[in-house]
């Protein structure tokens, strides 16, 4: 007779709880996922599918701009917002159909309810009570908000991609990648946008030569940005909102008037009311679930993967995690995750893509040379677009290896994760050089350039080829 119900509980089942839990099942494990929510996950269902959807969308603004050049004539058009979230929708439950599948194919139990910890082997949901040798815990990470005055009026990323209509006017409070992101995408589709961000500037962690005019770019393109602001109270008005600010160039405080507030001013592991302190799991001061580099916590039989972990949190990581996991504790094949070089992308307009060290980064560890291009790219030369691409390439002096590859434009993200396998390998500058082009593209210019930027030009405005 079995010791436990199963072999392994996971809870959540998002893009690493899955992972984890299919893999294990599929190696002949008994395993139970518990979900409170849909199958997929914050990436597939509140975050980096449906939301690159609507980027997808409201790049035709621009596209349709741009036809005239080329000898189109698109007449006028027209945008309905509704139609974009239900084709969204139509997706997102495909998605988790295929996801349901995987796990039924998988001999995976779906356990429907909230998870909660009883003791270390025993898993509560809704009520009933269902027991495991091992317990992952893979329940990602939520919207985090400060606790202000009228907070409650606002929305998070959640909501604004289920918005009935589009508002007039929207604020955006966050300069992270979500906020910069929604602020394009709102944008592009016609909505007045400003963000407030209480840095100097916004993606803080980026490379400068990337944040900065990726900023300019987007107040050209209309969106207001309130640097070093604060919000200090959100108020109901008879025709939306009023906002309370205070710092930067306000004196004194001054109201703000919009129809919709979005807060994107970070997450937070969604690691509450699961019981993991009472059964002794350690978890730091953010909440996040301490874990070493097997992902297992202070309690030898339970592990945690993904962005509860606050590691790395990035959909693909928390896969590697959830396989990593798997591999070492049901397929007799020990597997750590490897943090370094990882690539990542913001899909704002235009985008990001970057890999490796940051500038700042890579001259804390020595000295380095860089390498910056900056240009029209090909497309807008007929469209008239003014829109620049931003290409970077950081080499450690000594060792002549490639340590960090930046770009800014729409096909960066796409051209990163090819580089990233490059950056993975070790590759050098001379082998950059060595590397022949595809003529013409944009990508190509990661393998021409060749004049080193002078030690005292540190300016994105003065490092041009």
């Given at each position: 007779?079995?010791?436990?119900?199963?072999d392994?509980?996971t809870?959540g089942?998002?893009?690493?709880?899955?992972?984890?839990?299919?893999?294990?099942?599929?190696?002949g494990?008994?395993?139970?996922?518990?979900e409170?929510s849909?199958?997929?996950?914050?990436c597939?269902?509140?975050g980096?599918?449906?939301?690159k959807?609507?980027?997808y969308?409201a790049h035709?603004?621009?596209?349709?701009?741009?036809?005239?050049?080329?000898?189109?004539?698109?007449?006028?058009?027209?945008?309905?917002?509704?139609?974009?979230?239900?084709?969204?929708?139509?997706?997102?439950?495909?998605?988790?159909?295929?996801?349901?599948?995987?796990?039924?194919?998988?001999?995976?139990?779906?356990?429907?309810?909230r998870?909660?910890?009883?003791?270390?082997?025993?898993?509560?949901?809704?009520?009933k009570?269902?027991?495991a040798?091992?317990?992952?815990?893979?329940?990602?990470?939520?919207?985090?908000?400060?606790?202000?005055?009228?907070?409650?009026?606002?929305?998070?990323?959640?909501?604004?991609?289920?918005?009935?209509?589009?508002?007039?006017?929207?604020?955006?409070?966050g300069?992270?990648?979500?906020a910069?992101?929604?602020?394009?995408?709102?944008?592009?589709?016609?909505?007045?946008?400003?963000?407030?961000?209480r840095?100097?500037?916004?993606l803080r962690?980026?490379?400068?030569?990337?944040?900065?005019?990726?900023?300019?770019?987007?107040?050209?393109?209309?969106?207001?940005?309130?640097?070093?602001?604060?919000?200090r109270?959100?108020?109901?008005?008879?025709?939306?909102?009023?906002?309370?600010?205070?710092?930067?160039a306000i004196?004194?405080?001054?109201?703000?008037?919009?129809?919709?507030?979005?807060?994107?001013?970070?997450?937070?592991?969604?690691?509450?009311?699961?019981?993991?302190?009472?059964?002794?799991?350690?978890?730091?001061k953010k909440?996040?679930?301490?874990?070493?580099?097997?992902?297992?916590?202070?309690?030898?039989?339970?592990?945690?993967?993904?962005?509860?972990?606050?590691?790395?949190?990035?959909?693909?990581?928390?896969?590697?995690?959830?396989?990593?996991?798997?591999e070492?504790?049901?397929?007799?094949?020990?597997?750590?995750m490897?943090?370094?070089?990882?690539?990542?992308?913001?899909?704002?307009?235009?985008?990001?893509?970057?890999?490796g060290?940051t500038e700042?980064?890579?001259?804390?560890?020595?000295?380095?040379?860089v390498?910056?291009?900056?240009f029209?790219?090909?497309?807008?030369?007929?469209?008239g677009?003014?829109?620049?691409?931003?290409?970077?390439?950081?080499?450690?002096r000594?060792?002549?290896?490639?340590?960090?590859?930046?770009?800014?434009?729409?096909?960066?993200?796409?051209?990163?994760?090819?580089?990233?396998?490059?950056?993975?390998?070790?590759?050098?500058?001379?082998?950059?050089?060595?590397?022949?082009?595809?003529?013409?593209?944009?990508?190509?210019?990661?393998?021409?350039?060749?004049?080193?930027?002078?030690?005292?030009?540190?300016s994105?405005?003065?490092?041009?080829?």
């Amino acid at each position: 007779m079995a010791k436990y119900d199963y072999d392994l509980i996971t809870l959540g089942a998002g893009s690493g709880g899955v992972r984890a839990t299919r893999l294990a099942g599929g190696y002949g494990a008994k395993v139970a996922v518990v979900e409170n929510s849909r199958v997929g996950g914050t990436c597939v269902m509140r975050g980096c599918v449906p939301k690159k959807l609507l980027v997808y969308g409201a790049h035709f603004a621009e596209d349709f701009e741009d036809a005239k050049g080329f000898g189109w004539n698109t007449g006028s058009t027209t945008f309905d917002w509704s139609r974009l979230i239900r084709n969204k929708d139509a997706e997102l439950n495909r998605l988790e159909s295929i996801y349901n599948r995987i796990l039924r194919d998988n001999n995976v139990d779906l356990l429907i309810g909230r998870g909660r910890l009883l003791d270390a082997h025993t898993v509560d949901v809704d009520g009933k009570s269902y027991t495991a040798e091992k317990i992952l815990i893979a329940v990602g990470g939520w919207p985090s908000m400060p606790d202000i005055p009228g907070i409650e009026h606002v929305i998070s990323s959640n909501e604004a991609l289920d918005l009935e209509t589009l508002p007039r006017r929207i604020v955006i409070v966050g300069g992270g990648y979500i906020a910069v992101e929604f602020a394009g995408i709102f944008n592009a589709l016609g909505v007045e946008v400003t963000e407030i961000i209480r840095a100097g500037d916004i993606l803080r962690g980026f490379d400068d030569d990337m944040r900065e005019p990726l900023a300019a770019e987007m107040e050209n393109k209309g969106i207001k940005i309130l640097r070093e602001t604060v919000v200090r109270s959100i108020e109901k008005t008879e025709n939306g909102y009023s906002l309370r600010l205070a710092g930067g160039a306000i004196a004194g405080g001054e109201d703000l008037e919009t129809d919709l507030v979005m807060y994107a001013t970070g997450r937070a592991p969604n690691s509450k009311n699961l019981g993991l302190e009472d059964v002794g799991v350690e978890l730091n001061k953010k909440g996040a679930v301490v874990v070493d580099e097997w992902s297992k916590t202070s309690v030898d039989n339970i592990f945690a993967v993904g962005d509860v972990t606050d590691r790395v949190n990035l959909t693909p990581v928390a896969i590697a995690e959830g396989r990593a996991f798997t591999e070492t504790n049901f397929n007799n094949n020990p597997m750590t995750m490897d943090y370094e070089n990882i690539a990542s992308a913001v899909f704002s307009q235009p985008a990001i893509g970057s890999i490796g060290l940051t500038e700042g980064q890579a001259r804390e560890k020595g000295e380095i040379d860089v390498y910056i291009s900056r240009f029209r790219a090909m497309k807008n030369t007929l469209s008239g677009r003014d829109e620049r691409t931003v290409m970077k390439l950081i080499v450690d002096r000594k060792s002549d290896r490639v340590v960090g590859c930046h770009m800014l434009g729409n096909e960066g993200p796409e051209i990163m994760q090819a580089l990233a396998i490059a950056l993975k390998c070790g590759a050098t500058k001379a082998q950059f050089d060595a590397t022949i082009g595809i003529h013409p593209t944009a990508a190509e210019e990661f393998v021409t350039m060749r004049e080193k930027r002078p030690e005292h030009e540190k300016s994105w405005g003065r490092s041009i080829n």
